[in-house]
């Protein structure tokens, strides 16, 4: 797991996470985590679709902003 930790600390960070074609080639998908109320993590919101869609940047952001305010809202009703 060593390998991992420069992009599992950059998640962490900015709290949501891309794949682009790592089980799939032509599926990518941005995730965002959903905490309980002790901070521990319960789950994970996810939207997925054609890698291409999400190789342009307007659509990545617009992704993401709707994942974490979802996520945000999932996590406060817990």
């Known amino acids: 797991f060593t390998e991992h930790q420069p992009k599992l600390a950059e998640v962490r ?9 790592e089980r799939d080639p032509e ?3 941005v995730s965002a985590p959903v905490f309980g109320s002790s901070g521990e993590l319960v789950g994970a919101l996810t939207m997925s679709g054609p890698k291409g869609r999400f190789d342009l940047p307007p659509i990545l952001a617009e ?12 996590t406060a009703a817990r």
């Open 13 to 21: 960070e900015q709290l949501w996470a891309v794949s682009r074609g």
């Open 27 to 29: 599926t990518a998908s």
């Open 63 to 74: 992704a993401v902003r709707a994942l974490l305010a979802g996520a945000k809202r999932a």
